[in-house]
């Protein structure tokens, strides 16, 4: 009885022991994920400034591009202009 009480003890620090170093690891690569998309740039597929921060999918002509904030105005403004 006792030995059985001892091995679910274990169960539990080794489980708490696996959370405790799952949760590091798992927020280290969410961090690192974060810094990757931060710094990867892609240069813009309408005017090819880089982007940095946020990029915007447009479909124009059946293919799918990313733009800079700057272009997306842009092509909204089109877009509504088109629509009237
Ligand atoms: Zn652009």
């Not at 982007?51 to 403004?77: F, M, S, T």
């Amino acid at each position: 009885m006792a030995r059985k009480r001892k091995a679910k003890e274990n169960d539990f620090i080794v489980s708490f022991v696996l959370i405790a170093l799952f949760w590091p690891i798992l927020l280290f690569f969410w961090i690192v994920k974060i810094i990757w998309k931060a710094w990867q740039t892609r240069p813009c597929e309408m005017c090819g400034n880089q982007i940095r921060k946020i990029a915007y999918n447009w479909v124009i002509d059946g293919k799918r591009k990313r733009v800079c904030p700057h272009c997306n105005q842009r092509l909204e403004r089109e877009q509504s202009r088109r629509a009237f």
